[in-house]
Every structure is written in C-alpha cells, then in structure tokens.
C-alpha cells in the first residue's frame, strides 16, 4: 500500500506495533496496537494532506499559501510541502501554542515560512480579538480568520486547511487503509478502535476504512473518538450549520460545534482546541457508526508517561487521549477477562512538547475547569438556518 507521498519518505517508517510492554504494566489480556505516525519529517501524520494540497497549489501556479496552526503539526507540515514545490507559506499560531512551542515555530521557520502568533495585530480579524482582549491565547478559530482574510485579499494567495474539510479526511485514509493491510498480516481484526479528534483528520483516517468494512458487515469494531474535555464538540456541542472561523469567513458547515466564537482554555494539546468536529465525522457519528467520549489532560499525560516508559515513544499531547482512551478498556478488561484487540492511533511524538511534561513531572500541571455557562453563551450565537 503505497502513500500519496512515496518520494519523500519511506511508506513503511509509519509502522503499526503491538504495545506488549504497555501490555504486560497493566497486567491486561487485551492485546493493544498502534499506528505510529510519528516518522514523517515534520513528527506526524499531517503531510498526508500537506503534500497533496502544496503539490495541486504548486501545478496551478500559486505562489504563496496561508494557514493557521494550533500545536504546530500542521503547520510545520505545510511548511514542509511548501519548500519542496517552491511555495512561500505564512502561517498563524494560536498564541498559546506559539509561545509554549517554540520548536514548532522554529521548524517552520527553518522550512522557510513566516510565522505569526494569532490573534495578530495584522490583520481585522486579529485585531478585533485583541481589542476585546489584549491577552487572548487564540483558538484555531481565531487563527483560520486570521488566514482566510488574508488569502481572501491576495489572489496568488491560496489558503490551506490541515483538518475538517472534506479532501483532507481523504488524504489521510491512507492510514487506516495502511492499518487494515497491518492487521491482516498480524493476523488481528480489531475489537476497538481509538483515536483523539481535534478536528478530526487522524481520527477520521485511521477509522473510515475500518468504517467501510463496517458497513459491509466483514467486521463490528467499536469506534471510539477521544476529545479533550475542556473542547468536547462531540460530546457537549449541537450539531447544527455553524462558521469554521471566529469571524465567520468561511461558508456554514454543518457539524457538532461549540459555537464558532467559542475560545477553549489553553490546554497543552493545542490541535485539540478547536470548536467544531468535521462534517464527516459529525455524520457519521449521528448515523450511530461511532462513540465519543472526553478526558481531562492529567488523566492524559499519566497515560502518556507509562506509555513512554513501556514503549518507548514519547507522544505528542494529541495523542495521549487516545493512550488514556486505551488503557481505560484495557484494565476494563483486565477485570472482566476479556482478550480484545485494541487498535490505537497515535499520530505524533512530542519531542517538541517537553515543556508540557515538564510542568506534568513538577506536578504544575492541571485539569483546566469546563464552564456550562461559557458554552452555553458561545452556542447561542450558532447561526439558526433550517
């Protein structure tokens, strides 16, 4: 099975392993699985979609492209693409990630983008923000007005989407795809499946293959989406035509939202924080064909350190919702004696989020409040279209 990218990396460095270390910790007759995608250049899973969108802008003759970024995945993955075709790529940060990330921002320095921390003073839709609160830490929402305005006012301009968008689900299917071709050489057919969802472009590639052998009755896993509790648009939100940015710039989309004005409290899982769910995965989960449930961040990075010490790998904050996720059904099953398969997405490592561990490893880390009235006031300004 062959990526959209063959040339730039190798296929196979995207492995899926079995945690049978993790295993052995908690004691779990579960056999538990993941799907490493933390080998591409820029540490995850996003240049599947990257490289794609930067080549098809490229061959049109586009010069610049603009995004916005949360924890810097995606942008340094624009960035990335966009130095191979040539392209100049300007990207907005959301403040809160851009100043405990540094490295990410360096990254896409090095690959030759600008990089701004958002809400900017550059732009109406910065400003605006910054007016009504100079210390703002920014939400993807905030950043994908920030980028939008200013392709909108450029035409060698193109803006680029790293999540939600249709096209993008597409891209990354090719992990699921990838995973399906994995199990079958283990010998393995998932009895769960688990992936975080931001956005929702990992979740939804690693489970809408696994989906589609659903609904042609080969198989029955449960699909599970894990989301951060202090942005929890799947399991808190209204599913309802809503803007994809603060400013409402981008056309309505319908899907679980929390209000596009809706600003998350700054959790350390930056691509997490964003007040929409895809339209696809939105569908789906309104078909009944998915679960979804939240966890807190503490819960999340404990997770993340007996993964780490088991196996190895040190995972981005995005990811450790899915380890948390896992590990909950594994010692589940560890008391009832259940032998499942879980197969776990974990999209990226956090070499560049050691700051994140290091306030979790002082103890200065905490589970950030969730406020009922703050989504309540950000819902009731969803737009009412029938």
């Known amino acids: 099975m062959q990526r959209i990218v063959p040339l730039l990396y190798n296929p196979e460095s995207c492995f899926e392993f079995r945690a049978k270390r993790l ?28 490289v794609p969108q930067a080549y098809y802008n490229a061959k049109e003759g586009v010069k610049n492209v603009v995004t916005e970024t949360g924890a810097g995945q995606w942008g340094s993955s624009l960035a990335f693409a966009s130095s191979l075709f040539g392209l100049d790529c300007e990207v907005w940060q959301v403040a809160n990630s851009y ?10 320095q090095t690959w030759g983008a600008k990089v701004h921390p958002s809400p900017s003073d550059l732009t109406e839709a910065g400003r605006k923000i910054l007016e009504s609160d100079p210390s703002s830490p920014g939400s ?11 392709a909108a006012r450029n035409e060698d301009t193109k803006y680029c989407l790293g999540s939600v968008l249709n096209h993008v689900l597409l891209h ?13 050489d283990f010998g393995e057919t998932p009895d769960v499946i688990i992936g975080c ?3 929702g472009s990992n979740f939804a590639g690693l489970s809408f293959p696994f989906i589609r052998e659903k609904l042609k009755g080969n198989i029955s896993p449960v699909i599970r989406a894990v989301e951060p509790s202090t942005c929890p648009s799947l399991t808190k939100g209204v599913y309802a035509y809503d803007f994809g940015d603060t400013a409402g710039l981008t056309p309505l989309m319908k899907m679980h939202t929390l209000g596009h004005d809706f600003i998350p409290d700054p959790i350390h899982a930056g691509g997490l924080r964003y007040h929409g769910m895809a339209p696809l995965i939105s569908h789906v989960y309104e078909q009944g064909f998915m679960e979804a449930i939240s966890i807190p961040q503490i819960e999340c990075f404990q997770g993340a350190i007996q993964f780490a010490r088991t196996e190895g790998i040190i995972p981005a904050p995005e990811p450790t919702h899915a380890i948390a996720a896992t590990i909950r059904e594994a010692l589940r099953c560890k008391e009832t004696g259940e032998a499942k398969v879980i197969l776990m997405a974990m999209c990226g490592h956090g070499h560049f989020d050691l700051s994140s561990y290091d306030k979790y490893l002082k103890g200065e880390l905490v589970d950030l ?18």
């Not at 993807?140 to 200013?150: C, D, P, R």
């Not at 990354?172 to 079958?184: A, D, F, H, L, P």
Request: charged content about 25%; aromatic content about 6%.
């Open 369 to 386: 409040s969730f406020s009922e009235d703050k989504i309540r006031e950000s819902l009731s300004k969803v737009p009412h279209v029938v």
């Open 140 to 150: 993807l929402g905030i950043a994908i007005s920030e980028a939008v305005e200013v």
């Open 23 to 50: 295993e052995k910790l908690l004691q779990t007759p579960a056999r538990i699985y993941f799907k490493y995608e933390g080998s591409s250049p820029a540490g995850s899973h996003k240049p599947n979609t990257a």
């Open 172 to 184: 990354q299917t090719v992990i699921g795809e990838e995973c399906i071709k994995q199990m079958e």
């Open 99 to 108: 100043h405990q990330k540094p490295y990410r921002r360096l990254m896409m």
């Open 197 to 199: 969802t931001g956005g």
